[in-house]
């Protein structure tokens, strides 16, 4: 842990200790909570057969949490995790998997992030042609 | 497991048993995933100081999964799902906590839900007069 971020957590945990009994109940007290060492990054994505998330079911959904570690129902949550910090959270910049085989059957698919990245909300939602190619987008975040 | 699930669940594996190989590669096999015994429930709830998601930073955000069992980084995910459980996911109709003790101080928080419940997908906003008020509502699901 870099000095700074130990002095903070320090601090808080002082703060924690000082302002706790002064704010009555446990309730009433604000309770930094980890926001104040880094900003959240939790995500829900979940993936349907359909044109739109408005109309599709939701099939499948998995949890990615990527601060302060990657976890979560992901498959590879410390993969998709890694991906989404080199595009800083974009989704449409993930790269396409090189040499992806699918076919051209239409069966649509629907993906959908929701959720924050590095405390800023997310909401995203994306029409693949069939699960094949849903796959093949980034190289590990869409495939749950 | 009820009879029927069992033989759902034996169906299922046969159909990936006998179709996957026909399917090409591995990506192009649809795979029925988890859902097909059970609807997913994923879900991220953040909360941050204003009165709007659309304008307040997330300071702390958590995952939920309530299915097939409890997990994610709610401190308290196994008595937040059976509270979403009891009221069928409806965010509105959690109960408030008994003796809570809040002051009035208006320091505005707003708390997000979204992802998925039992398939369908959940988009929820709800503004609380402060911290403390937001604790007490619902035992445990706000309590993060």
């Given amino acids: 842990m870099p000095?700074?971020?130990?002095?903070?957590?320090?601090?808080?945990?002082?703060?924690?200790?000082?302002?706790?009994?002064?704010?009555?109940?446990?309730?009433?007290?604000?309770?930094?909570?980890?926001?104040?060492?880094?900003?959240?990054?939790?995500?829900?994505?979940?993936?349907?057969?359909?044109?739109?998330?408005?109309t599709a079911t939701a099939e499948r959904a998995v949890t990615l949490n990527c601060a302060p570690t990657a976890s979560g129902t992901h498959p590879d949550a410390p993969r998709a995790c890694a991906e989404l910090r080199e595009t800083g959270g974009d989704f449409d910049a993930l790269s396409v998997r090189a040499g992806a085989m699918c076919t051209k059957q239409f069966d649509p698919v629907v993906v959908t992030v929701d959720g924050v990245w590095q405390g800023k909300r997310v909401a995203y939602e994306r029409t693949f042609a069939n699960e094949c190619v849903k796959n093949s987008y980034g190289m590990n975040v869409f495939t749950f």
Same sequence: chains 1, 2.
């Fill in 3 to 54: 000095t700074t971020a130990r002095w903070a957590a320090t601090l808080t945990l002082t703060a924690t200790a000082v302002c706790g009994p002064l704010g009555g109940t446990a309730l009433a007290a604000p309770g930094p909570g980890p926001s104040a060492l880094y900003a959240p990054s939790a995500l829900v994505l979940s993936v349907g057969h359909g044109h739109s998330a408005a």
